[in-house]
């Protein structure tokens, strides 16, 4: 079995979106650690204070094909081509240890269940 990382960088606001779309699209866990990024764009300062917004990383390790379909559902569900805010992408895996035998088990599941 392939399996692939999904990695969305968005603003926290998008967070509980992008996981319920994901769920809706078969994921089920996700790995979410809090981020600061520091883009191309001057930063923004009120009153003397640089404001720098908050970010949430989301990673989910993925049956290869279920990594696309939740892609195409965080691309459809948070408007992405739209909103220059978030970014998602998968990776490949090449190796991988302690996923347990009944995720993999699912993940195949719902591979036949597509097919």
Known sequence: ???????AVLPDELEQKAV???????????TIMD???IGAEARKTFLGMTYEGSQSVLLW?????????????????LGL????RGVAFIT?????????RRQ????????????
């Open 92 to 100: 490949d895996i090449s190796h991988l240890a302690g996923i347990d």
């Open 81 to 84: 081509d739209q909103d220059p």
């Open 20 to 30: 319920d779309a994901a769920r809706e699209a078969g994921a089920a866990g996700v």
């Open 61 to 77: 390790i993925l049956e290869k094909r279920l990594a696309l379909r939740v892609l195409k559902s965080l691309f459809r569900e």
């Open 104 to 115: 993999i088990d699912r993940f195949e599941e719902q591979v036949k269940d597509d097919i």
């Open 35 to 37: 981020a600061r990024g």
């Open 1 to 7: 079995m392939r399996f692939s990382a999904l990695v």
